[in-house]
Nanobody, 115 residues
Framework: QVQLVESGGGLVQPGGSLRLSCAAS????????MGWYRQAPGKERELVAI???????NYADSVKGRFTISRDNAKNTLYLQMNSLKPEDTAVYYC?????????WGQGTQVTVSS
């Protein structure tokens, strides 16, 4: 079983920055991808950023140039550096891990961008 625990969310003013972390623990083998998703009230969950096979990255158009995804393999931790935050970035952010045929989700961390 794999557990994912997110941290780093909070309230920030527009233009500010936050860094999310996702610590993975448990029986982790052959990670295919790790990523960040978000869900705003009344909207569907959407992909924010993903690392595939440990190196290839992909970003939603809305966050390109502002967000950076990275992974520390030694610590089994995924990060999302978020800069130039906008009110429309407000959402619950979820960590996702895909290993072979299994998929895991964290509990989510709230990010609120407001003045």
């Amino acid at each position: 079983q794999v557990q994912l625990v997110e941290s780093g969310g909070g309230l920030v003013q527009p233009g500010g920055s936050l860094r999310l972390s996702c610590a993975a623990s448990g029986s982790i083998f052959s990670i295919n991808a790790m990523g960040w998703y978000r869900q705003a009230p009344g909207k569907e969950r959407e992909l924010v950023a993903i690392i595939i096979s440990g190196s290839s990255t992909n970003y939603a158009d809305s966050v390109k140039g502002r967000f950076t995804i990275s992974r520390d393999n030694a610590k089994n931790t995924l990060y999302l550096q978020m800069n130039s935050l906008k009110p429309e970035d407000t959402a619950v952010y979820y960590c996702n891990l895909i290993a072979t045929i299994n998929e895991y989700w964290g509990q989510g961390t709230q990010v609120t961008v407001s003045s």
